[in-house]
């Protein structure tokens, strides 16, 4: 079993920042892809961005790109989602989550162990 732990929501204004972290615990494994979702009351998870089991290779959101930035650091078996320029259809609940895969990473279905999230609004 792996447990991640979202941590860094808040209530931020239009143009504000946030650094959300996900910390994997348990069973790690060491070559997972990560990545961060969303949800909205009432909407479906939708895919916010992804990182490779190394770091190198970072996957977005059209609608994220060149706001947010993704990283891990393997070392702490963290993730962190950077999140600035914020707008109010960012509000949320950001979830982590692990994955063996290596496509398809944008598909929640991918995706076998997740946090149970942080909450993200953004006031206009």
């Known amino acids: 079993q792996v447990q991640l732990e979202e941590s860094g929501g808040g209530l931020v204004q239009v143009g504000g920042s946030l650094r959300l972290t996900c910390a994997a615990s348990?069973?790690?494994?060491?070559?997972?892809?990560m990545a961060w979702f969303t949800q909205a009351p009432g909407k479906e998870r939708v895919f916010v961005a992804a990182v490779s089991w190394s770091g190198v290779s970072t996957y977005y959101a059209d609608s994220v790109r060149g706001r947010f930035t993704i990283s891990r650091d393997n070392a702490k078996n963290t993730i962190n989602l950077q999140m600035n320029n914020l707008r109010p259809e960012d509000t949320g609940l950001y979830y982590c989550a692990t994955t063996t895969g290596v496509a398809g990473l944008s598909n929640p279905i991918e995706y076998d162990y997740w946090g149970h999230g942080t909450q993200v609004t953004v006031s206009s």
């Open positions: 348990g069973r790690t494994r060491s070559r997972d892809a």
